[in-house]
């Protein structure tokens, strides 16, 4: 796994048992745990699990999951690049960033600095991530990340107890 530098001042690293605070703040959100592995409600053993799931993901190959750190190294969110579809020639992003740190520019400058690696050092040739259409902040990342909108996809992702349609973005290899 590497360390990854991201504009504004954020670096991006590998998860650590440090982190744990990060997962408590991330289970208390409304919507994180319902999109992500992040446990909730949660517990010292659980977030000690969650953690070495995403020590495991690069071991298994499926993928690469950071940890977002401001400039003063404060772990405030997670990117990962999700390599389900690699064989055929594309992965997905996702990313969250904790209530406390949102409107800092963690997300734009983690998804940037993520999305820069797999384009340019992984040679992959497209990147897709999706977002429910409410969700403006995530919406804006992705834009200023780089990604275009393809279309809705409706009814795409099961998200609590209900099926919800998502904005499908991808970015290019050659679109870097």
């Known amino acids: 796994m590497p360390e990854l530098t991201a504009d504004g001042g954020f670096t991006l690293r590998p998860w650590r048992l440090s982190d744990l605070p990060l997962v408590l ?9 319902l999109i992500t592995t992040v446990p909730s409600p949660y517990s010292e053993p659980a977030g000690v ?4 799931r995403q020590w495991g ?3 298994t190959r499926a993928g690469y999951t950071f940890v977002i750190v401001t400039s003063d190294g404060r772990p405030v969110g997670q990117v ?12 997905s992003l996702g990313y969250w960033v904790v209530k406390s740190a949102r409107g800092q520019g963690a997300a ?3 998804v940037g600095a993520v999305a820069g690696w797999a ?58």
């Open 80 to 91: 990962g690049l999700w390599l389900r579809d690699l064989e055929q020639g594309r992965v």
């Open 25 to 33: 703040e991330a289970s208390e959100d409304d919507y994180i745990p």
């Open 119 to 176: 384009l340019r050092d992984l040679r992959i040739p497209r990147l897709e991530l999706w977002v429910e259409p409410w969700n403006t902040a995530s919406v804006r990342t992705a834009e200023r990340a780089g990604f275009r909108q393809e279309g809705l996809l409706r009814g795409w992702q099961q998200v609590g107890d209900e099926r919800r349609d998502m904005f499908m973005y991808s970015l290019l290899n050659d679109e870097l």
């Open 49 to 52: 699990a969650f953690i070495e």
């Open 108 to 110: 734009v400058a983690a």
């Open 57 to 59: 993901r690069a071991t």
